[in-house]
C-alpha cells in the first residue's frame, strides 16, 4: 500500500466551490480506478483555501501509471484543476505506523 499526500491551494473565496468539485471528482473518476482503495479530503482552519488529499492505493504504480496517464485523470484535473491557485506538492508515502 502506498499513500499519496497531495497539498492543494485555491483562492480561499473558491473554497465552498472546489469543496464541492474535488468531493463530486473523488466520487466520480478517483473511485473507479484500479488499485484505488479510499481516500479523506482535509479542508485547513487556519489557512483558508488550503486542502490536503489522502489517498490511499495498492501501490505506487497504481497511482503514477494506472491513474495519472489514463484518461480518468484528464477528467479529474478538468474538474478540479480550474481552481488551482499554483500546481498542487504530491508526495507518495509508505505508512511506517498506523494506530
Given amino acids: 500500500m502506498i499513500i499519496e499526500i497531495a ?3 485555491v483562492q480561499p ?3 465552498d466551490a472546489f469543496a464541492e468539485a474535488i468531493q463530486r471528482a473523488a466520487r ?3 473511485a473507479r480506478s484500479p488499485g484505488y482503495r ?3 479530503i ?3 482552519h487556519e489557512t483558508p483555501g488550503r486542502f490536503v488529499l489522502q489517498v490511499e492505493w495498492d501501490n505506487l504504480e497504481a497511482h503514477t501509471v494506472g491513474f495519472r496517464q489514463s484518461p480518468a485523470f484528464a477528467e479529474w484535473r478538468a ?3 480550474p481552481y488551482f ?3 498542487p ?3 507518495h508515502f509508505d505508512v511506517v505506523v498506523s494506530g
Fill in 42 to 44: 482535509f479542508a485547513s
Fill in 7 to 9: 497539498d492543494i491551494a
Fill in 85 to 87: 491557485a499554483r500546481p
Fill in 28 to 30: 466520480t473518476v478517483l
Fill in 13 to 15: 473565496e473558491d473554497k
Fill in 89 to 91: 506538492h504530491v508526495e
Fill in 38 to 40: 479510499r481516500h479523506i
Fill in 79 to 81: 474538474i478540479i484543476g
